[in-house]
């Protein structure tokens, strides 16, 4: 059965860093397009950066230059590295496996920042 792991978040400053991982079992990872998407309190779900199984990488305008997604198939893990965070970054993280129109997300990781 898939499973994704996310871990890394937890409370950092305005300004500062954090590196999210959610690593993946029970799936051929390499077939499938990894991405981030997050949560705030009372919002939907956004998308946050994908990468592909081909390396293609997207990210949403709000975090385009901040952010870096990044993929390491030997750990099966994909992360996220979060630079020069805002209060507004605070959310719950989530990790999805994509293939086809087959989903599996992960239970997710609290980031909060603080101004």
């Known amino acids: 059965q898939a499973q994704l792991v996310e871990s890394g978040g937890g409370l950092v400053q305005s300004g500062g860093s954090l590196r999210l991982s959610c690593e993946a079992s029970?799936?051929?990872?390499?077939?499938?397009?990894m991405g981030w998407f997050r949560q705030a309190p009372g919002k939907e779900r956004d998308f946050v950066a994908s990468i592909n199984v081909g390396g293609k990488i997207e990210y949403s305008d709000s975090v385009k230059g901040r952010f870096t997604i990044s993929r390491d198939g030997a750990k099966k893990t994909v992360y996220l590295q979060m630079n020069s965070v805002k209060p507004d970054d605070t959310a719950t993280y989530y990790c999805r496996a994509n293939i086809l129109s087959r989903n599996y997300w992960g239970k997710g990781t609290l980031v909060t920042v603080s101004s």
């Open positions: 029970g799936l051929t990872f390499s077939s499938y397009a």
